[in-house]
């Protein structure tokens, strides 16, 4: 899509964020240096312009604006630092009671953006597609692993899709290509500098891999560990990070693994973040991220009614071969720490590794760990760099970070396209309940360099 489309059809009816960008002072010697947002523009309307055929255009948007720009961005060493590229999730969905896709026939995009004042200005956008140039979409992907399909009111069931993917973390490689991450299965995917999916990495035995093995599409590779089969729904992985000499990927899950009962894992604050090899394709090495006590995390008392499950790993970006940020959050707060490999121990290939064949309440397992050092396991050592919630302005949701200067950060939110999970709908079959929530990109500037 080029840059005229781009701007003719953002430039129709929509409404920018009227007067200059805001400059506040907030803990740490943080402040917020400038705030861009995506004008509204209909969701059918944009998707149809990067659909190949008519068949996988979307006929009915049901009123949804274009959002979920946030849900990951990445400021390539080589651009400006206002430009991004930058991935939205699977698409508009809600679940009330049920897992439901408003617009089925949308893909997942990969846009390129400039930060001009306060507007992100589109100048590319590519869906991702599979090897025969079909859109993957952003369905479900496997019956009884994966949440059960509806369409947007939750009145029918629709089809899965083994190709679908629900897009978190994105890099850029200096060659074009793309590395994303995917909350399904879940999987690492490669993508060429169209769009295409080169490669989807899996677990070992996980159900996908025996379902697109009777597909003849792109290459599916049962590299990652086993136990990655035991995620969360919804939960799979989240962040992704590329290191300067572009050899390795950190990738993180968002939450604990259902393991070895849901009950357990739900309770747990260790999550797995994982080191992949580009060159070998293979993970080199898996280290244990804690979480901060939900409570305090939220500065609420002790004993606080929200539930540890709340905590999330949401975003990655690399600054060493061995350090990287982390972007650990609930949906309505959000901090940033550094992390170094160096100091963790590796548990890759150890027992923590290794799946029960029937496991219990009484399964020795990481995520039942109160306290990884009991168990000889040393943690990511973390050091705070901003606390966003301390920031006035800052949107619920943040998911995407990028170090564009040793100390600015830019942050963007998801918007989840302006739904909410009991999303209701007219007699028109017209979304009723918007939030108004815009996707919004936020430079911040840091108390100290981060090195």
């Given at each position: 899509m080029n840059r005229a489309a781009v701007v003719c059809v953002l430039a129709a009816g929509v409404a920018l964020l009227a007067g200059s960008s805001v400059v506040t002072q907030a803990q740490q010697g943080a402040r917020l240096l400038q705030v861009a947002e995506l004008p509204d523009v209909p969701l059918g309307a944009f998707h149809n312009l990067l659909a190949r055929f008519s068949v996988d255009e979307i006929r009915d948007d049901h009123g949804v604006r274009l959002g979920s720009f946030g849900s990951d961005i990445f400021n390539d060493p080589g651009?400006?630092?206002?430009?991004?590229?930058?991935?939205?999730?699977?698409?508009?969905?809600?679940?009330?009671?049920?897992r439901t896709f408003v617009t089925p026939a949308f893909a997942p995009t990969i846009f390129y953006a400039r930060i001009h004042d306060n507007r992100i200005v589109l100048l590319n956008a590519r869906q991702i597609v599979d090897d025969s140039?079909?859109?993957?979409?952003?369905?479900?992907?496997?019956?009884?692993?994966?949440?059960?399909?509806?369409?947007?009111?939750?009145?029918?069931?629709?089809?899965?899709?083994?190709?679908?993917?629900?897009?978190?973390?994105?890099?850029?490689?200096?060659?074009?290509?793309?590395?994303l991450v995917d909350e399904y299965s879940p999987?690492?995917?490669?993508?060429?500098?169209?769009?295409?999916?080169l490669d989807r990495y899996v677990p070992e035995n996980s159900p996908l891999a025996t379902v697109l093995a009777n597909t003849p599409n792109y290459r599916v590779?049962?590299?990652?560990?086993?136990?990655?089969?035991?995620?969360?729904?919804?939960?799979?992985?989240?962040?992704?990070?590329l290191t300067p000499d572009e050899r390795t990927l950190f990738v993180a899950m968002q939450s604990p693994l259902d393991?070895?009962?849901?009950?357990?894992?739900?309770?747990?604050?260790?999550?797995?973040?994982l080191r992949f090899d580009?060159?070998?394709?293979?993970?080199?090495?898996?280290?244990?991220?804690?979480?901060?006590?939900?409570?305090?995390?939220?500065?609420?008392?002790?004993?606080?009614?929200?539930?540890?499950?709340?905590?999330?790993?949401?975003?990655?970006?690399?600054?060493?071969?061995?350090?990287?940020?982390?972007?650990?959050r609930t949906d309505t707060a959000a901090?940033?720490?550094?992390?170094?490999?160096?100091?963790?121990?590796?548990?890759?290939?150890?027992?923590?590794?290794?799946?029960?064949?029937?496991?219990?309440?009484?399964?020795t397992a990481l995520e039942g760990l109160a306290n990884p050092a009991t168990a000889g396991i040393t943690v990511l050592p973390k050091t705070l760099v901003v606390d966003l919630s301390t920031l006035p302005g800052m949107p619920n949701?943040?998911?995407?970070?990028?170090?564009?200067q040793p100390d600015v950060l830019a942050v963007a939110n998801d918007n989840d396209f302006g739904m909410i999970d009991n999303a209701t709908f007219d007699a028109n079959g017209k979304m009723s309940s918007d939030t108004g929530v815009k996707s919004q990109l936020l430079y911040v500037q840091l108390p100290s360099p981060v090195n």
């Open positions: 651009d400006s630092y206002n430009e991004f590229w930058a991935v939205t999730d699977r698409g508009p969905n809600g679940n009330p009671g049920k140039g079909r859109p993957v979409t952003g369905l479900s992907n496997v019956a009884e692993f994966d949440e059960t399909p509806w369409d947007f009111n939750g009145s029918n069931l629709i089809n899965y899709n083994p190709n679908g993917l629900d897009t978190e973390g994105l890099v850029r490689t200096r060659n074009g290509h793309f590395w999987s690492l995917v490669h993508l060429n500098s169209n769009g295409r999916v590779k049962k590299y990652l560990p086993r136990i990655l089969n035991t995620r969360r729904q919804n939960r799979g992985f989240e962040g992704l990070a393991y070895p009962t849901t009950t357990i894992g739900r309770a747990s604050r260790n999550v797995r973040i580009i060159a070998s394709e293979r993970v080199t090495g898996e280290f244990v991220y804690y979480f901060d006590e939900v409570c305090a995390f939220l500065r609420q008392p002790a004993g606080c009614a929200v539930v540890p499950g709340e905590m999330k790993i949401s975003g990655l970006d690399a600054i060493s071969a061995t350090s990287f940020l982390v972007l650990e901090k940033i720490y550094r992390v170094d490999v160096s100091g963790a121990t590796d548990i890759f290939g150890s027992s923590w590794d290794t799946l029960a064949s029937s496991p219990s309440a009484s399964t949701k943040i998911e995407g970070i990028a170090l564009v």
